[in-house]
């Protein structure tokens, strides 16, 4: 027997991703405004926990953001606020375009969570970070995308500590 999804379910599943996707967006307008797709083999949704998880070769795209992941998972805070989007798998994917930005910021790493408040992304577990030739990578980046600051870490927990590289390019 089929499980059907009501209307209501769906829109509320889609509308938990349209505000994360938009934040990281930042004020990028035509990207705020551009509908979210989503991606995926399996949703479960849970309304009284404020979760939505999406299983199974996950791609969510709104405008020239996009975040994939063998799992994502989408929560909200008590006040029904979104709080954090993360995305978990081998290689999970980050790819951003600021509105001054010359080219994307992406990330991979086996866990990205993106924290909605602070506007603030964890790179956990083979972590690399990419913003136009710059390349940082390491077992812990965070992304600090309103302050444009990165902090790198080489511990990550569970796991044998994973060294900081950092390659910048010369201005031209």
Known sequence: MKAMISPALLYTALFGLAIPLSVLAQTNSSSQQAPVEVEADRLDLDQRAGTAVYTGDVDIRQGEMQLRGERVEIERNDAGELSTATATGERAYLRHQGEDQEGPTEGWARRIIYHV?????????????????????????????????IQARSDVDGSEPQRIRMTLQPEQ
């Open 117 to 149: 408040a602070e506007r603030r992304v964890e790179l956990i577990d083979q972590a690399e970070l990419t913003q136009q030739e710059d390349t940082f990578s390491g077992g812990r980046l965070e992304y600090f995308i309103d302050r444009e600051v």
